[in-house]
């Protein structure tokens, strides 16, 4: 079960990050008339989006994924990649504003298509270039470290499962929370949790870069 709930947990520290798929959420939620179920179906778009990512992923990866040297090169850049979104994640609770006031999320902050919330949850996605990155560097060395392919059904199925539940557990709550009408976050709190997820994506990432080297997948 490890790698579903390393799984869980790096999707998890990336959801809770504000980010464009967070706002359209509770914009979502706030203007859709179930806006209770954003989301869910902002969540359903976006792990659309990522299986297909993570099968083109596979039939790419699967004619360089017997070398070494490029597996290991991969896993390090994962684990650096990882590093340094924590410290953006922590520079950020340091250096910009707390979203305090959820009214304030109008259709101006929302870039892009505003309508429904599965084709949003793919659109948004796809439209966030940190979204390609993560899953360049940081997904791809989760793959790689944890043996996930087409021969191992079992850790494609726990690694993809994890990976959504992470998203699931915090857009989904959300959606709710905001359409049953608390419109405003704690943002000491809120501080505390994204600090607590830069602090667990920097010893992550270490550890994935020392992993790969120590006890490389081949």
């Given at each position: 079960?490890?790698?579903?709930?390393?799984?869980?947990?790096?999707?998890?520290?990336?959801?809770?990050?504000?980010?464009?798929?967070?706002?359209?959420?509770?914009?979502?939620?706030?203007?859709?008339?179930?806006?209770?179920?954003?989301?869910?179906?902002?969540?359903?778009?976006?792990?659309?989006?990522?299986?297909?990512?993570?099968?083109?992923?596979?039939?790419?990866?699967?004619?360089?994924?017997?070398?070494?040297?490029?597996?290991?090169?991969?896993?390090?850049?994962?684990?650096?990649?990882?590093?340094?979104?924590?410290?953006?994640?922590?520079?950020?609770?340091?250096?910009?504003?707390?979203?305090?006031?959820?009214?304030?999320?109008?259709?101006?902050?929302?870039?892009?298509?505003?309508?429904?919330?599965?084709?949003?949850?793919?659109?948004?996605?796809?439209?966030?270039?940190?979204?390609?990155?993560?899953?360049?560097?940081?997904?791809?060395?989760?793959?790689?470290?944890?043996?996930?392919?087409?021969?191992?059904?079992?850790?494609?199925?726990?690694?993809?499962?994890?990976?959504?539940?992470?998203?699931?557990?915090?857009?989904?709550?959300?959606?709710?929370?905001?359409?049953?009408?608390g419109r405003t976050l704690n943002a000491k709190i809120y501080k505390w949790i994204l600090i607590g997820c830069g602090v667990f994506m920097i010893g992550f990432g270490i550890y994935l870069g020392l992993k790969i080297i120590l006890f490389p997948p081949l």
């Open positions: 079960m490890e790698i579903f709930i390393v799984s869980f947990l790096v999707a998890l520290t990336g959801a809770l990050s504000p980010g464009p798929v967070l706002t359209f959420t509770i914009y979502r939620a706030l203007k859709s008339e179930r806006g209770y179920m954003a989301g869910l179906w902002i969540t359903l778009g976006h792990a659309t989006l990522e299986f297909g990512f993570i099968i083109a992923l596979l039939l790419g990866a699967s004619l360089f994924f017997q070398n070494i040297v490029v597996l290991t090169i991969i896993g390090i850049l994962g684990g650096i990649f990882l590093v340094l979104f924590g410290v953006v994640v922590i520079h950020d609770v340091y250096n910009n504003p707390m979203v305090k006031d959820l009214d304030n999320i109008e259709a101006e902050s929302i870039k892009g298509f505003k309508g429904n919330s599965f084709i949003g949850g793919i659109i948004v996605s796809l439209s966030n270039p940190f979204w390609t990155l993560w899953w360049a560097a940081i997904g791809l060395s989760l793959m790689i470290n944890y043996a996930v392919s087409f021969q191992k059904p079992l850790q494609l199925f726990l690694f993809f499962i994890g990976h959504e539940l992470g998203d699931l557990v915090w857009f989904w709550p959300i959606s709710l929370f905001v359409y049953l009408g």
